[in-house]
């Protein structure tokens, strides 16, 4: 406390007298209390900011005819309940030849493609996750499922989720490094056998029979002259 010392004089002799100084108001800005949360109210459409979308792959390293498994998590970390279609259709794995978001990224395969698959509706309460599998059968895919498609080639891809529909909705890419092996080269053919490997003595084409050995189909061999 700040004090104002004054000197009085009474009878000649000097006496210190001080008082206390008057303190400034305290003006506080009064704010209302947030509302409580209800964690079983009525629940809405989860917001991108309350989903954390996770992808793992069980390889990285791909090489035809290998499937790559593919984990999809998503998980409430809002503070209330909220509703969110998880069909494979709608929160779809794709994957990209090249880095995702690039302009040479070029769409390689996607988990939405070959689906018939209906609304997932999920209702997730705080903290909830959601877990599924996805393979991927290093196949190339277009939307409606066109057969036909070519084999992808060897480079470098990237994968990511997206939840359809929900603006920022996404997990982080993982990398995946596609392989295709040399093929094997074919063995020479081997030399046709030799007449002496065969062991077996090679006819003269030049060589006339021996008439005598030749039967006469006419019979005059055996009439004597």
Not at 122 to 135: A, F, H, Q
């Amino acid at each position: 406390m700040i004090a104002v010392l004054a000197v009085l004089v009474v009878g000649g002799v000097g006496a210190a007298v001080t008082w206390p100084r008057s303190e400034a108001p305290i003006v506080s800005a009064k704010e209302d209390p947030p509302a409580p949360v209800d964690p079983n109210a009525a629940a809405a459409p989860c917001a991108p900011e309350d989903l954390d979308i996770g992808l793992a792959a069980d390889r990285v390293a791909v090489t035809p005819g290998v499937r790559v498994g593919f984990t999809v998590s998503l998980r409430n970390e809002g503070e209330v309940q909220c509703l969110v279609d998880a069909s494979r259709h709608n929160l779809a794995v794709t994957v990209y030849e090249g880095e995702v978001g690039e302009p040479t990224a070029e769409r390689a395969w996607s988990s939405a493609d070959c689906v018939n698959e209906e609304e997932r509706l999920l209702l997730l309460g705080p903290g909830d996750v959601d877990v599924t599998d996805v393979s991927w059968s290093d196949s190339r895919s277009v939307p409606g499922c066109e057969p036909g498609q070519p084999k992808p080639s060897a480079g470098q891809y990237t994968a990511q989720v997206t939840l359809e529909g929900t603006e920022g909705a996404s997990s982080d890419v993982v990398q995946l490094t596609y392989t295709v092996p040399e093929p094997s080269r074919s063995p020479s053919p081997s030399g046709s056998p030799s007449a002496s490997s065969s062991g077996k003595a090679s006819a003269d084409p030049s060589a006339s029979p021996d008439p005598s050995a030749s039967p006469d189909p006419s019979g005059e061999a055996d009439k004597k002259p």
